[in-house]
């Protein structure tokens, strides 16, 4: 059963949710400094020096949320036997990303200058592709239910 697509599913959201740790969420460049918020911190760059990045501010709590629900949709791929249970903890897990993708946005608040004239960079989509990769792990246990069930009624 640990063969199943829903564990494919649940490993590309929780690999999805990895790669926010690395990846801006959303960056904004003035003439002279360009800053990026990550899950981690808020990082600032002066235009024209590479390697001169400096955290600013560090978000702790952002951070270990993101490594929670990363882990959430990764041990649920040994759920595989409590196929109910796998459910449940995919649908928890939807609900725990849309908060913590919102708590992002919070987060992106605190850009110097607010979000005007900021764009969202690939980090800042990541949690939208988790989302989906939730749900087709979700259709991929009731698939593997309705089959259950046919062949409990062929014996």
């Given at each position: 059963?640990?063969?199943?697509?829903?564990?494919?599913?649940?490993?590309?959201?929780?690999?999805?949710?990895?790669?926010?740790?690395?990846?801006?969420?959303?960056?904004?460049?003035?003439?002279?400094?360009?800053?990026?918020?990550?899950?981690?911190?808020?990082?600032?760059?002066?235009?024209?020096?590479?390697?001169?990045?400096?955290?600013?501010?560090q978000f702790t709590p952002l951070l270990?949320?993101?490594?929670?629900?990363?882990?959430?949709?990764?041990?649920?791929?040994?759920n595989f036997k409590r196929r109910s249970?796998?459910?449940?903890?995919?649908?928890?897990?939807?609900?725990?990303?849309?908060?913590?993708?919102?708590?992002?946005?919070?987060?992106?608040?605190?850009?110097?200058?607010?979000?005007?004239?900021?764009?969202?960079?690939?980090?800042?989509?990541?949690?939208?592709?988790?989302?989906?990769?939730?749900?087709?792990?979700?259709?991929?246990?009731?698939?593997?239910?309705?089959?259950?069930?046919?062949?409990?009624?062929?014996?």
């Amino acid at each position: 059963m640990i063969q199943r697509i829903q564990s494919i599913w649940l490993f590309l959201a929780a690999i999805a949710l990895i790669l926010m740790l690395f990846l801006p969420l959303i960056s904004k460049e003035n003439t002279t400094t360009e800053t990026e918020i990550h899950t981690i911190g808020l990082y600032q760059d002066v235009v024209g020096k590479p390697g001169s990045g400096q955290m600013k501010e560090q978000f702790t709590p952002l951070l270990i949320t993101n490594i929670v629900v990363a882990v959430l949709c990764f041990v649920n791929i040994f759920n595989f036997k409590r196929r109910s249970m796998q459910k449940r903890i995919a649908i928890f897990s939807i609900i725990a990303i849309i908060g913590f993708a919102f708590w992002c946005s919070i987060f992106a608040q605190k850009l110097p200058g607010g979000i005007d004239g900021a764009h969202f960079d690939f980090g800042a989509y990541l949690p939208a592709v988790a989302i989906l990769f939730c749900i087709l792990a979700i259709f991929g246990i009731n698939k593997d239910e309705r089959l259950i069930r046919s062949a409990e009624r062929l014996r």
